[in-house]
């Protein structure tokens, strides 16, 4: 069964980069039968999608965050990250990775069947 | 203001069928898969429901959803209390030229 945690730091400063790992486990970031997307939910707000990442190396984001955010595979380690730049009190949220789609059960990306717990992120001014 | 829109909040009494609307336009839900994901109190969304009808294995089939034009709904029956969350639709929009993912801004079920 798969399974997805999140880590990274808790607290940041405004203007600074926020880099976030989810891994995975009991499943490969290799497999070109999903996606690999992030997700997040400003407190008292509804759910951002952040964008995904392809095993083909085809990422694709939200056109609001698009300027700002990257999403990045390493095989190696099975994880996959997120790294997002010139942070603001906005950004904070509770940032969750997801598996998404299913290429074998012709699964459209944009389904998120797996959740990591999310953690969450606070933008210090 | 979400693009997609529902109620923010529906309750119910144990037993009882309720429904979570979800508006969006031809851009969205008119033509696109809507997925429902519920959220419980201090849990991660959990996929209830996808490509406007379908639910995953061990979703209880208490849980229900149809489409029709650019409205969708979510219909839970028999109502229990642990069906007390936030419920958010989600689907493609791809009006522009940079498809994304959208989702609704929430509804919180009590029971």
């Known amino acids: 069964q798969v399974q997805l945690q999140e880590s990274g730091p808790g607290l940041v400063k405004a203007s600074e980069t926020l880099s976030l790992t989810c891994t995975v486990s009991g499943g490969s970031v290799s497999s070109g039968s999903y996606y690999w997307s992030w997700i997040r939910q400003p407190p008292g707000k509804g759910l951002e999608w952040i964008g995904y990442?392809?095993?083909?190396?085809?990422?694709h984001y939200n056109p609001s965050l698009k300027s700002r955010a990257t999403i990045s595979v390493d095989t190696s380690k099975n994880h996959f990250s997120l790294r997002l730049t010139s942070l603001s009190a906005a950004d904070t949220a509770v940032y969750y990775c997801?598996?998404?789609?299913?290429?074998?059960?012709?699964?459209?990306?944009?389904?998120?069947?797996?959740w990591g717990r999310g953690t969450m992120v606070a933008v210090s001014s | 203001q979400s693009v997609l829109s529902q109620p923010p909040s529906v309750s119910g009494t144990p037993g009882q069928r309720v429904t979570i609307s979800c508006s969006g336009s031809t851009s969205n839900i008119g033509g696109n898969g809507v997925n429902w994901y519920q959220r419980l109190p201090g849990t991660a969304p959990r996929l209830l429901i996808n490509?406007?009808?379908e639910r995953p294995s061990g979703v209880p089939d208490r849980f229900s959803a149809s489409k029709s034009g650019t409205s969708a709904s979510l219909a839970i029956s028999g109502l229990q209390s642990e069906d007390e969350a936030d419920y958010y639709c989600a689907t493609w929009d791809d009006g522009l030229n940079d498809p994304v993912v959208l989702f609704g801004g929430g509804t919180k079920l009590t029971v």
């Open positions: 997801a598996r998404d789609g299913d290429m074998d059960t012709a699964m459209a990306p944009g389904t998120f069947e797996v």
């Open positions: 990442f392809y095993y083909s190396a085809t990422t």
């Open positions: 490509r406007d009808n």
